[in-house]
């Protein structure tokens, strides 16, 4: 059984930078991929990057350049650096594992 646990959302400026974090409970966190998704409002779920075991990424278009993740495998921890925030950024952001997902974490981006 693996549990993730997300933190790190809130509101913030169009411009502006969080860090989203993902704490994982499990034996094997070290040897897999690690992704984070996202929800905006009324919108379907949607992939925005991964991270392999290698420490290897990919994100998605839309916040290439702005989004970066990462890994701490000794803290079993994944995060994911926003910057350059827009305000379609807006969503619930979850952290996945294989078939495990946190319960995400709102961020916001308004002024």
């Known amino acids: 059984q693996v549990q993730l646990v997300e933190s790190g959302g809130g509101l913030v400026q169009p411009g502006g930078s969080l860090r989203l974090s993902c704490a994982a409970s499990g034996s094997f966190f070290s040897f897999n991929s690690m992704s984070w998704y996202r929800q905006p409002p009324g919108k379907e779920r949607e992939w925005v990057a991964d991270?392999?075991?290698?420490?290897?990424?990919h994100s998605a278009e839309s916040v290439k350049g702005r989004f970066t993740i990462s890994r701490d495998n000794a803290k079993h921890t994944v995060y994911l650096q926003m910057n350059s925030l827009k305000p379609e950024d807006t969503a619930v952001y979850y952290c996945n594992y294989g078939v495990y997902w946190g319960k995400g974490t709102l961020v916001t981006v308004s002024s």
């Open positions: 991270i392999t075991s290698g420490e290897v990424t």
